[in-house]
């Protein structure tokens, strides 16, 4: 194995309460019912799909591309907001020193998240510089379980994908991780996902993986 391609939230910050924030404001605005068992449902899945799964509850009006455009901006520019926030402080010592091992022993790292704020998260805890490929929302057409997001980074990496581990979190990321031909390694939730090839409970397993 050659290289290890991280997603973001829930791996490396964790930003679930600025996104059910951000969500819960929009639908609140919408007169739409959203709680923290809905908002689970968009782990893993892009902003498009997420307001859809929203709207299941909305009994307005049809909405038109551009209104639904405009929810999302709105969402968007509140969760950026929430996002100004957020300093290095966010990021545990345990992901900074084992990022920065995994490094020294001659990994490749990247990001693969579907996420169109990757970028500018990382700038705010200071990671940017840990890795060397960042696929995100603003380089796919479709989010996961398709694996084109962990695809890109493998390609952007220059490996081949059967040299990349993938850390994720949600099980659409297990489930896109092994369509790519990886080795899905899961944490947090999906630690409990039985189609993950490798269960951790703590950031820093990574490095019995890589020794």
């Known amino acids: ?9 829930g791996v490396i910050v964790f930003t679930d309460k600025f996104h059910y924030q951000a969500w ?14 809905i908002n689970n449902r968009l782990r893993g899945v892009s902003r498009s799909e997420s307001l859809e799964i929203i709207l299941e509850r909305y009994e307005g009006p049809a909405l038109s591309k551009e209104k639904k455009a405009e929810l999302m901006e709105s969402k ?3 969760y950026r907001e929430l996002l100004a926030s957020m300093t290095p402080a966010d990021v545990t010592e345990d992901v900074r020193r084992t990022l920065a091992e995994l490094h020294n022993r001659g990994y490749k790292l990247a990001l693969g998240s579907s996420s169109k704020n990757a970028k500018f998260i990382l700038e705010k ?3 940017l ?5 960042i696929s995100d929302g603003t380089n796919i057409t479709k989010s996961k379980p398709d694996p084109e997001v962990f695809l890109r980074a493998a390609e952007f990496l220059g490996e081949k994908p059967e040299d990349c581990y993938v850390v994720e979190d949600a099980y659409a990321g297990i ?5 790519a031909g990886m080795q899905a390694v899961g944490i947090g939730i999906a630690a409990g996902y039985a189609a993950a090839d490798v269960k951790i409970q703590s950031f820093g397993e990574l490095l019995t993986l890589g020794a």
């Not at 194995?1 to 939230?9: G, P, S």
């Not at 510089?129 to 490929?133: L, R």
């Not at 489930?175 to 369509?179: G, H, L, P, R, T």
């Open 1 to 9: 194995m050659k290289a290890f391609i991280f997603d973001l939230d």
């Open 129 to 133: 510089d840990a890795f060397d490929a």
């Open 76 to 78: 968007n520019n509140t």
């Open 24 to 37: 819960k404001k929009m639908a609140d605005e919408m007169g739409i019912y959203f709680d923290e068992t």
């Open 125 to 127: 805890v200071q990671l």
């Open 175 to 179: 489930d896109a991780a092994k369509s």
